[in-house]
């Protein structure tokens, strides 16, 4: 099994900057893509950026600019610097992972945190 703990969520005003970290533990081979996701009161989970492991990062639209994502391969931790913050960007932030747990198994399996509130008043 893997656990991801996330934090750095919390309330901040339009204009501010915030830092998500998710750490992942347990049964860890490697990990493929990690990325975080965010899902605003009354609204579908979207994606809002990507990171594989060769580093390569993919952006929603919404946050292109000023979101970055970034992770440490050798503490299975992935980042997620926000600044510019809007109140459009308020929602609950998941962490996800795509991790194989064995050199055998090529397959991916997907992991989720338990999220973590950012809230940007205006």
């Known amino acids: 099994q893997v656990q991801l703990v996330e934090s750095g969520g919390g309330l901040v005003q339009a204009g501010g900057s915030l830092r998500l970290s998710c750490a992942a533990s347990g049964s860890i081979f490697s990990i493929n893509a990690m990325a975080w996701y965010r899902q605003a009161p009354g609204k579908q989970r979207e994606l809002v950026a990507v990171?594989?492991?060769?580093?390569?990062?993919n952006y929603a639209d919404s946050v292109k600019g000023r979101f970055t994502i970034s992770r440490d391969n050798v503490k299975n931790t992935v980042y997620l610097q926000m600044g510019g913050l809007e109140p459009e960007d308020t929602a609950v932030y998941y962490c996800?992972?795509?991790?194989?747990?064995?050199?055998?198994?090529?397959?991916?399996?997907?992991?989720w945190g338990q999220g973590t509130q950012v809230t940007v008043s205006s």
């Open positions: 996800n992972a795509a991790v194989r747990h064995s050199p055998l198994i090529f397959t991916a399996f997907d992991y």
């Open positions: 990171i594989r492991s060769g580093g390569t990062e």
